[in-house]
């Protein structure tokens, strides 16, 4: 009789488990193949980090094993697959925290091994049956209500009493990640320079709306509604973000501006010096959040002739969108989401336009992307699988970077084939197209540089049908009136809105702390690909994201509102673990090979 897939799973596990509770790292190697990868959010290493292969596990286990003391290694659920290739979800614990983890199998020894912790011993979540009651059923005189007592401890935090953490950024990734912490209870304020909520989703251009689907969008705890449509608009976004905030009980404080951040050796804190309401307040978290979105200042070449010309400038994040262009011509430099939709807008709106393409630019149609590369995971179809968000965020991290790129090379050669029509017209347009440097597309592209595609809305059609112009090649210079390609092309314009991208997140900590902690952090974003804009050497995990960096107490909070949601539970109990004084040994901090 073949062999079950839970029968592999359990003989695998319990091998696991007693080579690891007996400290054997050589019986450990032997369950895994020679080309495997281990993956640990948190649970061994207090650090996200990728083992590739015997020797790193090794390194690892060597290191960790005395303090980690993982035991209890168990199915979750049936395991899938066949004899050969088995996959399951494992349920472990640590001495500290219990764990959850996705195993993969090739005839019998572990390819793939993901593991994460998801709550530390003693110090859970009141939630479910542990829940607070509320109200303490006995009357006594001068009681105070909810309200009273929430107004008193938010008029005392950040004066009389001091944060935790502070967390300087209020949008998407400030608020999962303060709505983990304030769940965690984690005293967190919230530092935001807008005057709502959610301000930094309604001040952009109007037309805006997410390009990724619901499914892929959802924040910590509360999921949208199941009516909420596929890609929301801007404004629609931003207030669910505000009522967010307020259902979520969190310490934000808008109107407020961090001005400068210092790290006091003697006394172990920051001292946060903010400008809230025009009133300056000095606050002195243990931790300091860096959550300013997915990237840095924004990226404006410096043109020859740029300062004489005569109409309007600015970059993408200034573009309000709609109002009357009509009769003006408008240039847009770049040529990626931002570009493309500012694009369309200012068409919309009556404008001539012409849009530059300085490199060649992934295009993946929305319809195809979601079928082919999202709907396993974030879809209807999905969850009618079984497959939750939490288990789809689990499953895209179950596959190491070395080996995203094969899994995903085939998906975009599908939707070449699929779209064959569609991007032969925008070539016949003269558009420049690429599937990324080893055709491994969108995700990629996103992770390894964070730019570098579009997916498309609608504006490609503007192209192939030439309403939005295109120009191809590398800008010349300015004059007073047009923007002059390297090739002598003149194209005349009343404005010019530069779509040329966001410099690295560390820059903002030149300016709020200082230039020598910005490069003693390093280059946030992409792991070492050696692929444009993410230079070697290879490192295997996101620089600096959710995970300790080079400089004690500080640490970088971003990406996208999958990624925010996800990676934000395991910032949040790293935090927790040091409010509570345990020890969190940090495995092998990644070294800084990249400054600004």
Known sequence: MPETPNGVVGAWLAQFD?????????????????????????????????????????????????????SNWTLAEDAT?????????VNFETAQARGYAHLRLRNGKCWTLLTTMQELKGFEEKKGANREKGVAHQITKGRKSWLELKEEQEARLGYEDQPYTVIIGGGQGGIGLGARLRRLGVPTIIIEKNDRPGDSWRNRYKSLHLHDPVWYDHLPYIKFPDDWPVFAAKDKIGD??????????????????????????????????????????????????????????????????????????????????????????????????????????????????????????HIARSESLMDLALGGLYSEEALANGVTTEKADLLFASLPYRILPEAQIPVYAEMAERDAEFYSQLEAAGFELDFGVDGSGLFLKYLRRGSGYYIDVGASQLIIDGRVKLASGEVGKISGNAVVMANGMELEADAIIYATGYGSMNGWLADLVSPEVADAVGKCWGFGSDTPKDPGPWEGELRNMWKPTNVDNLWIHGGNLHQSRHYSNYLALQLKARMEGLPTPVFERQPTHHTR
């Open 81 to 89: 697959g066949d004899a050969a290739n088995t996959e399951a979800w």
């Open 240 to 361: 669910w973000l505000e009522n967010y905030t307020r259902i979520m009980e969190l310490n934000y404080w808008s109107k407020t501006e961090c001005t400068n951040a210092r790290f006091d050796e003697a006394s172990q804190e920051w001292l946060v010096e903010v400008v809230r309401d025009g009133e300056p307040v000095t606050l002195r978290p243990k931790q300091l959040v860096f959550a300013l979105g997915v990237s840095g200042y924004p990226s404006v070449p410096a043109f020859d002739g740029a300062e004489s010309f005569l109409g309007e400038q600015y970059h993408s994040s200034k573009h309000p969108g709609g109002g009357d262009w009509t009769g003006k011509k408008a240039v847009v430099i770049g040529s990626n989401n931002s570009a493309h939709d500012i694009c369309a807008d200012l068409w919309e709106h009556g404008a001539d336009v012409t849009m530059v393409q300085r490199s060649s630019t």
């Open 18 to 70: 007693e080579a690891l509770r007996s400290h054997n790292t050589d019986d450990v190697l032997e369950l895994f193949d020679d080309d495997s990868y281990w993956r640990d959010f948190v649970s061994f290493t207090w650090n996200l980090k990728t083992l590739e292969g015997k020797e790193d596990i090794r390194r690892m286990l060597d290191a960790t094993l005395d303090d980690v003391q993982p």
